[in-house]
């Protein structure tokens, strides 16, 4: 059998996608079709209880050069883009969401950019269909994560992206389990740029993101990319413990100056004191034990996911 190397990889993770998926692959076959290139599509369905693999299958017959991944449950978006990635094997590889917020027809946009020569083609979303919520977490994620990467891009939330096979090869050798996707190339990357791209609402089901889960990806982000934290927690105490020093002189002279019967009225104040002193404490406790939980995970060094199944059109390939 004639072996062909994609030129391009379009990788999709999917978790309980049903509405969506048969117009993303018709609308995918239509626009890569007409590029013109060789191409692979890869689904990892990341462990859907609907019928998104059902649908993926019967989708798998009719586009040529299809491939499903199937985990045995769910592991998250990120981890499923690294299955992606470890399968693909084109000269780009182009990630989106199976939601249809990223429109498939802005794809050769990407790829022509890439071409141009950056390693890491970022987006925008112009016009974003997300909840004003959303949007507000967004905009405080993308400047922490600016400030921490040192890398200023508008958008690091956009999963619309482009890759050359270098980058891709250089993430697939990092084993680290949380991560996040798009500061992780954005850091290996010798040029990186970002276009505007399109952004729809979700066409159907609900985003998969609650404020928890938001929440979570917010520290593997802070806490994968950076030590920062940790020193800003080393400057609050020395503030704070400054703080104390300069408060325990003060109470004392106006003791001295104003005599004891004042000193038992400074009681709540003592305690005002000793409140912001253990709050800062427990907040130190938290950030260190969010970096010492991920130590622990990452030294495990466990599986990022395990694959139930890999299905190809062609079942001999394999
Ligand atoms: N997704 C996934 N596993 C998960 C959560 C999400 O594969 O555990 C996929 C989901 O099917 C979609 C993409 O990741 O293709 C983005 O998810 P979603 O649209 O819910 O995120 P949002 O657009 O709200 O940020
Ligand atoms: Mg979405």
């Not at 794809?107 to 919520?133: H, M, Q, Y």
């Not at 949380?178 to 850091?187: M, R």
Request: some cysteine; overall charge neutral; charged content about 25%.
């Amino acid at each position: 059998m004639e072996i062909r190397t994609p030129y391009l990889s379009v990788v999709i993770p999917v978790f309980n996608e049903e509405l969506n998926i048969r117009e993303l692959s018709e609308r995918l076959n239509r626009v890569l079709t007409d590029m013109g290139c060789l191409y692979e599509i890869i689904f990892i369905d990341d462990g859907s209880s609907d019928s998104t693999l059902e649908i993926l299958k019967h989708c798998q017959t009719e586009i040529p050069d299809m491939t499903i991944i199937e985990f045995n449950r769910n592991y998250g978006q990120h981890a499923a883009i690294f299955a992606g990635f470890e399968k693909s094997s084109g000269e780009i590889v182009v990630t989106l969401d199976a939601d249809l917020q990223n429109p498939p027809e802005e794809i050769p946009k990407l790829v022509n950019k890439a071409e141009e020569g950056f390693e890491v083609v970022a987006t925008v979303r112009i016009n974003r269909k997300d909840s004003i919520f959303r949007r507000c977490a967004s905009y405080v994620i993308n400047k922490i994560t600016a400030k921490i990467t040192g890398v200023n891009l508008k958008d690091y939330g956009c999963m619309l992206r482009a890759y050359r096979r270098n980058i891709v090869q250089l993430m697939c050798e990092s084993k680290e389990i949380s991560t996040f996707i798009p500061v992780l190339a954005t850091s290996y990357a010798k040029n990186t740029t970002e276009i505007e791209v399109k952004h729809n609402p979700r066409r159907g089901g609900e985003t998969k993101y609650s404020l928890t889960r938001l929440i979570s990806l917010q520290f593997d982000l802070m806490t994968s990319f950076s030590i920062w934290p940790l020193r800003m927690l080393m400057l609050l105490g020395l503030v704070v413990s400054l703080a104390g020093i300069g408060f325990g002189i003060f109470l004392l002279v106006i003791r001295v100056i104003m005599g004891s019967e004042w000193a038992a009225e400074g009681v709540f104040t003592l305690f005002a004191v000793l409140f912001f002193f253990v709050g800062g404490q427990f907040l130190a406790f938290g950030l260190l034990g969010e970096y010492i939980g991920r130590i622990y995970s990452e030294v495990r060094r466990r599986p990022r996911f395990v694959i139930e199944n890999v299905h190809t059109r062609d079942e001999k390939k394999e």
